[in-house]
């Protein structure tokens, strides 16, 4: 195991340069790491990712900082220096730290993929070396790791764009609208090919075993989306399908009223469902969904065996129902079908477990 060193009151400040320097990266369209090197507590030099704009494979913010700080002190030996970095060393920052004889080395999130400070292997352990540098993982661990995932969640977004063109008659939310919405940090799924998609998009939440013999569907009205069903889809040990509706949440928006109806949003819904093949479904929906629950549970009813009216916990959901509707053109499906609900939230965590228990207890665990 590395030497470890504890931490001390100054390692925050000095990991929160090295954020500053990894948002640098981020903003360049670099992986956001970011590195400061000190010494006696005086800041000698920092880093940032930068291998794309240098066409360089070995340039890492550790890299760059310990050249930096080389530079910095005329000498490619780093004796008393201590390194911050955001994300733990790969192998080859971790070798320079060590040829550079860092007294210290403090990282924030771990990287189960390369780390080489204890995650994958651990250089620092190794005692045949000559020389030994302390480490300290963890430091605002989660600031960093959140800079991360928030970085290649709007890398994977751009993608998707990039392959599912939006058709000309219709709006997407833009996926900022949908950031740090409380308890909805859920990986966004999309389906477009479906017959009666006629080419537009439709998010939904799929949770839990896909293996279940059962499942349940959470089913959402007019100005809801799959964010009410959001506790509902955090009960372990269960399959939660959550659909937005076209004209909801993160599904395109058509401009056109007429398109949305509730025959037409039954129909698709059972195409998504054919395709999804998740067995019998515990049929779980909003006070406001009711009628479109009606229309599905009369055409399938061997798929809906179960169906359960969600319970409102009432906490404040204002902005979310609002994130999907920057301005009125994304308004015609609350324009068609009912506009966005006052004073409604979904089941909170009580209220879903209890869901949960009802559903179990019908279909067995």
């Keep these: ?83 911050y970095v955001t994300l733990e060393p790969c192998a080859m920052c971790a070798g320079a730290m060590l040829h550079a004889r860092l007294a210290r080395v403090v ?3 771990l990287d189960p993929k390369t780390g080489a400070a204890g995650s994958v292997l651990d250089l620092f352990a190794r005692g045949e070396l000559n020389h030994h540098t302390q480490v300290q993982g963890g430091v605002l661990a989660e600031d960093c790791q959140q800079l991360l995932q928030d970085f290649f969640k709007r890398r994977r977004s751009a993608a998707r764009e990039a392959a599912e063109p939006l058709r000309h008659d219709a709006l997407r939310t833009p996926e900022a609208c949908f950031d740090r919405l409380a308890g909805y940090g859920f990986e966004p799924r999309y389906v477009s090919d479906l017959p009666s998609l006629r080419g537009w998009r439709m ?23 799959s964010y009410f069903f959001r506790h509902l889809a955090h009960v372990p040990q269960w399959r939660v399908l959550a659909p937005d509706l076209v004209g909801f949440g993160r599904s395109d928006k058509p401009k056109r009223e007429t398109v949305h109806t509730w025959p037409w949003h039954r129909d698709l819904l059972l195409e998504w469902l054919d395709r999804l093949q998740p067995g019998p479904l515990a049929l779980v929906h909003s006070a406001g969904a009711a009628p479109l629950a009606s229309l599905l549970a009369a055409a399938a009813p061997e798929r809906f065996p179960l169906v359960l009216i969600a319970p409102d916990a009432g906490e404040p959901a204002a902005d979310a129902w ?44």
């Design 322 to 365: 609002r994130a999907p509707f920057p301005d009125r053109g994304y308004e015609a499906a609350l324009r068609a079908l009912g506009p966005i609900p006052a004073g409604v939230s979904g089941p909170g965590p009580a209220q879903a477990a209890l869901l949960a228990q009802e559903a179990m207890g019908y279909f067995g665990p």
């Design 203 to 225: 998010h939904y939440l799929d949770e839990g075993p896909v293996a279940a013999s059962w499942a349940c569907l959470g089913l959402h009205g007019p100005g809801e989306w």
């Design 107 to 109: 990282f924030g999130a």
């Design 1 to 83: 195991m590395s030497p470890m060193s504890q931490p001390t009151p100054d390692d925050e400040h000095w990991m929160r340069l090295a954020l500053a320097e990894a948002s640098k990266a981020a903003e360049a369209g670099e992986v956001p790491v970011g590195a400061v090197l000190v010494k006696d507590g005086r800041l000698i030099s920092a880093g940032r990712n930068a291998p794309i704009a240098l066409h360089d494979p070995s340039a890492h913010a550790e890299m760059n900082a310990l050249r930096a700080g080389g530079a910095a002190l005329g000498n490619y030996r780093l004796d008393g220096c201590e390194l």
